[in-house]
């Protein structure tokens, strides 16, 4: 991995790790935090050895408070789309890469911070974790694609009114309404459930994961027939060296290994 200043980074066994370290800051992302998760991610796409990502917060309180609220008070009309443009292009990496991302999610989870979480595939959340997108307090709305995932993840009444009053939820009230997969007692149990559902996707087919990746963005894609999607994945899986590993395997009933060909 590159060099970062606000995020550490750790590879071991295939999962990689991504702690963003703006502890003093309630791990609020600045623009340069951005510009580090887009290096990441870029690197990630290419390299072989990882299999699978992990993004949290350091230390207990929070996860990611939100934006730098010092820099959007700097925006004005021209350079605010820019803004939002590139969190969401940022965000977007994160949502469309072929190698699952988990975020565990460790107390305030707000703004930005929400908005992240919502980008990764999945998310496990400690028993302390709020969500949020509260911009209204701030005379704005979210920006970096809040108003559409989380419309698509916990439905339009409901996104509505947390956007609109700016309210807070739990870890209880998210996991219900579909904003989280799993809630465990404490971040050091979170990472392990984290790591638990990571090594299981890592025993199948890289190729298959990937084609699930894009098919299941393909139902938020107006513009993209996602049936067709699904058709055209399903033929490309079978093209492949994995296929053929699986389905062998599976006749031969021993246990497959996927190479990702």
Do not use: W
């Not at 904003?179 to 996707?201: P, R, S, W, Y």
């Amino acid at each position: 991995m590159a060099e970062t200043k606000n995020i550490l980074s750790e590879e071991k066994e295939g999962i990689l790790y991504l702690t963003v370290n703006r502890e003093s800051k309630l791990n609020a992302l600045n623009i340069d935090t951005l510009e580090e998760i887009r290096n990441i991610f870029n690197e990630v796409v290419d390299n072989k050895e990882i299999k699978g990502v992990i993004i949290t917060g350091s230390g207990e309180k929070s996860f990611i408070a939100g934006a730098d609220i010092s820099e959007i008070a700097e925006l004005n009309e021209l350079n605010a789309r820019k803004f939002a443009e590139n969190g969401q292009e940022v965000f977007s990496l994160i949502e469309n890469c072929h190698k699952p991302v988990i975020a565990v999610v460790n107390g305030f989870a707000l703004g930005g911070g929400c908005e992240l979480a919502m980008a990764c595939h999945m998310r496990v959340a400690v028993a302390n974790a709020k969500f949020g997108q509260p911009e209204v307090n701030l005379g704005i709305i979210p920006g970096y694609g809040g108003t559409q995932r989380l419309t698509y993840l916990i439905g339009r009444g409901k996104a509505n009114e947390l956007m609109m009053t700016g309210d807070m939820i739990g870890a209880e009230e998210a996991k219900r309404l579909g904003l989280v997969n799993h809630i465990l007692a404490t971040k050091e149990e979170a990472i392990g459930q984290a790591e638990d559902i990571l090594k299981k996707i890592m025993t199948k087919a890289p190729l298959a994961i990937g084609m699930i990746v894009d098919c299941v963005n393909s139902v938020y894609n107006r513009e993209e027939n996602g049936y067709q999607t699904e058709a055209n994945s399903f033929a490309r899986c079978v093209k492949s060296g994995d296929y053929k590993e699986g389905t062998s395997a599976f006749l031969e009933k021993r246990k497959p290994i996927f190479k990702g060909e």
